[in-house]
Antibody, heavy 122, light 107 residues
Framework: EVQLVESGGGLVKPGGSLRLSCAASGFGFTNAWMSWARRAPGKGLEWVGRINRGIDGATTVYHTPVKGRFSISRDDSKNTLYLEMNSLRTEDTAVYYC?????????????WGEGTTVTVSS | DIQMTQSPSSLSASLGDRVTITCRASQSISRSLNWYQQKPGKAPNLLIYGASNLHSGVPSRFSGSGSGTDFTLTIRSLQPEDLATYYCQQYYGDTLTFGGGTNLEIK
């Protein structure tokens, strides 16, 4: 069964940092593009960013609101995706989802984890 | 970033109704559009990719159409399990953006 399980969420003060993890199983993680998305309370979905395969250089792309503050990485030996979040703001409060990312030609997110909640508050 | 505008933002319909949700892009995106369904308390599910391709396992009552700036998601005969929020997502640019969502309620 294809599964993504996020962890690492919690309460953090504005300006603080947090690292989320996503454990993948049931599919070829090494050959998969991956991404993160989020949903803030009372708001809609927002794409955070993506990382392509290690053999493609593990290149990353980020949505404008998180550029320079968030970093996506992967450890293919552990089948794990990471989201490093720095300089957190109250508006980063959201449920964060790890997703598969199809890449060309349709760039869709077919498999989603159940999410982990990040709360940024003093 | 390309902006996506969905309408309506909320919708109430009866079982068996035909439901239409629209999504408009701030610039032409060809057919670079996907649709998702998010049920309360659950993760989103992919419904449609490439504007009109039904994702594996998605009931055939769901369909998508459109190109350029205007797109439509149609539910042919509304079922109780279709209670959810629906999102469009463009992938024309290097960054992805979602529409604001359409909250579908059952009358």
């Amino acid at each position: 069964e294809v599964q993504l399980v996020e962890s690492g969420g919690g309460l953090v003060k504005p300006g603080g940092s947090l690292r989320l993890s996503c454990a993948a199983s049931g599919f070829g993680f090494t050959n998969a593009w991956m991404s993160w998305a989020r949903r803030a309370p009372g708001k809609g979905l927002e794409w955070v960013g993506r990382i392509n395969r290690g053999i493609d250089g593990a290149t990353t792309v980020y949505h404008t609101p998180v550029k320079g503050r968030f970093s996506i990485s992967r450890d293919d030996s552990k089948n794990t995706l990471y989201l490093e979040m720095n300089s957190l703001r109250t508006e980063d409060t959201a449920v964060y989802y790890c997703t598969t990312y199809s890449g060309e030609p349709y760039y869709y997110m077919a498999v989603w984890g159940e999410g982990t909640t990040v709360t940024v508050s003093s | 970033d390309i902006q996506m505008t969905q309408s309506p933002s909320s919708l109430s319909a009866s079982l068996g109704d035909r439901v239409t949700i629209t999504c408009r892009a701030s610039q032409s995106i060809s057919r670079s559009l996907n649709w998702y369904q998010q049920k309360p308390g659950k993760a989103p599910n992919l419904l449609i990719y490439g504007a009109s391709n039904l994702h594996s396992g998605v009931p055939s009552r769901f369909s998508g159409s459109g190109s350029g700036t205007d797109f439509t998601l149609t539910i042919r005969s509304l079922q109780p399990e279709d209670l959810a929020t629906y999102y469009c997502q463009q992938y024309y640019g290097d960054t992805l953006t979602f529409g604001g969502g359409t909250n579908l309620e059952i009358k």
